[in-house]
């Protein structure tokens, strides 16, 4: 027996020995899956509900701030240049500790422990991965198990989908070629176009997911694509479906429907067959009971300009619930008809079981770009509350194809600010509040689903609104306690976003009539965080906040600011002498939180000046049941990926990846002191 094993052994003894007692009674669960009720981490949100949640209390709000540093994991090496924004969360099976790391997405195994490097494993793709749609490390990975063999399952920059022996980081010969399924080779496209093997546009950086022996992957294109595209008919969206154990496909699904499927005829004038994207970029989410995977899906070509595909666009900015066997659509919602705004689906769906009026809720909760929360009964579809049809702006870009109504939640209430209103403006004080109003007057506004509209020199630049392509919550999504039913949610309201049309000025560039810019600027995102006054946000506070919502009756419990203020506030010479109440960051809706038994757990998205004088960020604490700030450990960088925790040898550890700006992607793993 090797070292390794040796070790492996005596940790999975003591895991054994300490924390059986976190197992229910009739859990229902096989022997040999890992699960966060014994300590362990073994899927990317948690669980495959997507949860984020874990039964640990070791490290509580009486402790929290006491919290030291076990051991950091610095990945700059994994690849040919460092990375700088690192967003993996970690998996914990076994007292092993599975990522991934560096330019190269490269998989590593650590002792969960100490940190020590076990194995890695890279795959050189050359020109493939070079000009791959979704690059550095991604999200993270994937676990299997059938109580015999362990599998770690990731999809490389070039799109194949890789099995590895989780002991050794080696092939499994027996998956796919030699350990490798090309999902690009198996990806046939609407009318069976073949995806050119190197430069076809097609990659994920979310993880697969697995259920059961089901292995199932999404599909992202470049970011571009969605704002500037080439052409609207670019790379279609599908999800794709392989065997755990052989790599055989089992099954497709095509989020663009061929013509003759179901929700072909939402495509008006044949337009399936022209336009692309609309793929799955996010998390997936799975019922393993219920025997159905749901898949949340981004955009149409292009994000802000639908003239090319007139109609409603199915299965655009859909929540879509498959056959996890089969592939075979058992029910969908489109949140958004005809998507023109970018509120692409971003974060993967909440399984979340609940009691309402009495009556038991197996419910699915989606979280948006759009601050509203979507909650569905999981079985077949319904809202558990009324979701209603609403009028909604028409808008004059010249051939553009626009819903008369949007999908609007009666509960729970949107748990952010929508739209664009003089009312959220800066009011620090009264020079800035009408200096703010004044540079208001030039675009246009209005409230959630007013359209993009054209930006000229001469007349408005463009629409401006709050939750928009980059407001509200993000890809890290939300959490939820399965014991006390509340569900957590971070947003971000800090700065108005502009969507902005201009004329494509070259058609040799791109086919697309519109496309995203300003005459002043040219093409491009166009004054996304340009509109400041004197540097501040143009908007009051909270500029990014976490949110408290009882799912057994749709309503708020508490919101609180996440982040310290920023220096460019806090420092302003306009506000000298002023006492500015914590305001939460403008990027709140990019990092994720892990729930315990007793508390929410997130860190900052941007750098502030601490306390005690040191440049970094913090990693917070909140009392789950009130959102009082209960403990904060520093960090030297940002939070850039969703924490984990775990058990292991009697403690618990909290793991978190951060990184940005000059400094490279680092995991901190924090452990309480030994006594």
């Known amino acids: ?51 984020r949640y874990s039964p640990l209390d070791q490290i509580n709000a009486a402790n929290f701030g006491k919290l030291q540093l076990a051991w950091s994991f610095k990945t700059d090496h994994f690849g040919p240049r460092p990375e700088f924004k690192l967003e993996g969360t970690p998996l914990m099976v076994g007292g092993t500790l599975y990522a991934t790391a560096g330019t190269r997405r490269s998989v590593i195994a650590l002792d969960a422990m100490t940190g020590e ?41 070039g799109f194949r989908l890789v099995a590895l022996d989780a002991k050794t980081g080696t092939r499994v010969s027996t998956f ?107 998390q997936i989410s799975a019922d393993e009971e ?45 949140l958004v008809h005809h998507p023109i705004w970018g509120f692409d689906i971003a974060s993967p769906p909440i399984l979340a079981d609940i009691t309402v009026d009495g009556k038991k809720v197996k419910a699915l909760a989606q979280p948006g770009k759009q601050s509203f929360l979507y909650v569905f009964d999981r079985q077949t579809g319904r809202p558990v509350w009324p979701i209603e049809e609403r009028p909604v702006p028409k808008g004059d870009v010249p051939g553009e194809w ?18 664009s209103f003089e ?3 800066v009011d620090f004080t009264p020079q800035l509040r009408a200096d703010a109003v004044k540079l208001l007057s030039r675009y246009k506004t209005g409230p959630i689903f007013t359209p993009p509209s054209l930006a000229t020199v001469s007349g408005t630049q463009g629409t401006l609104a709050l939750s928009a392509g980059s407001g509200g919550t993000n890809w890290p999504g939300g959490a939820f306690d399965p014991e006390t039913h509340m569900l957590y ?22 086919d697309m009539r519109y496309l995203k810019g300003n005459p002043n600027t040219g093409l491009g995102q166009g004054g996304l965080g340009a509109l400041n006054l004197q540097g501040l946000p143009l908007t009051r506070p909270p500029y990014g906040r976490i949110s408290a919502i009882n799912m057994d009756k749709g309503e708020i419990v508490w919101q609180v600011p996440h982040g310290e203020t920023p220096d460019v506030v806090r420092n302003h010479p306009a506000l000298k002498g002023m006492t500015i109440p914590r305001t939460g960051q403008p990027c709140a809706g990019l990092v994720g939180m892990v729930v315990t038994k007793t508390l929410i757990v997130s860190g ?43 058990m292991l040898n009697g403690k618990q550890y909290i793991v978190v990846a951060v990184g940005g700006g000059n400094y490279f992607g680092e995991y901190l793993a924090f452990t309480l002191p030994s006594r």
């Open 1 to 51: 027996m090797s070292r390794h094993d040796c070790r492996r052994l005596l940790t999975l003894v003591s895991i054994v020995v300490v924390l059986t007692p976190l197992l229910p009674l009739g859990s229902g669960e096989a022997p040999f899956q890992p699960s966060t009720k014994k300590g362990e981490w073994p899927t990317y949100g948690g669980d495959l509900a997507n949860t």
């Open 117 to 157: 490097l076990l194995w890695v494993h890279g795959e050189r793709e050359g020109a493939r991965a070079d000009g791959a749609p979704r690059l550095l490390s991604g999200r993270g990975l994937a676990y299997w198990t059938d109580g015999r063999e362990e599998r770690i399952l990731y999809i490389t920059l």
């Open 176 to 282: 796919g070629r030699d350990g490798i399924v090309d999902l690009k080779e198996a990806a046939i496209i609407g009318a069976g176009d073949p995806i050119d093997l190197v430069t076809g546009e097609i990659g994920l950086n979310a993880t697969p997911t697995v259920a059961g022996d089901v292995v199932i992957v999404g599909a992202a294109f470049s970011e571009q694509s969605g704002t500037l595209p080439k052409t609207h008919n670019n790379t279609k969206g599908l999800v794709q479906a392989y065997d755990a154990r052989s790599g055989k496909r089992l099954w497709i699904f095509r989020t663009i429907p061929a013509p003759g499927e179901y929700g072909s005829e939402t495509w008006e004038r044949d337009s399936s067959f022209v336009n692309g994207n609309n793929g799955v970029w996010t």
């Open 290 to 334: 219920l025997g159905i995977a749901y898949l949340p899906v981004e955009t149409p070509t292009g994000d802000y300009y639908g003239g090319h595909r007139p109609g409603n666009n199915l299965f655009g900015e859909s929540v879509v619930a498959v056959d996890l066997k089969t592939g075979l659509r058992k029910w969908h919602f489109q």
């Open 402 to 419: 626009y819903s008369p109504t949007q999908p609007i939640p009666t509960k729970p209430p949107a748990y952010d600010r929508q739209g």
């Open 423 to 425: 009312e959220y403006l």
């Open 489 to 510: 949610v971070p947003s971000q309201s800090g700065q108005f976003y502009l969507w902005d049309l201009i004329a494509n000025p070259d058609q040799s560039k791109s």
């Open 604 to 646: 900052e998205c941007s750098i502030t000046t601490t306390s005690t004088g040191q440049r970094g960020a913090m990693l917070r604490a909140y009392d789950k049941s009130t959102g009082s700030e209960v403990g904060a450990v520093y960090m030297p960088a940002p939070q850039s990926g969703s924490p984990m925790t775990y």
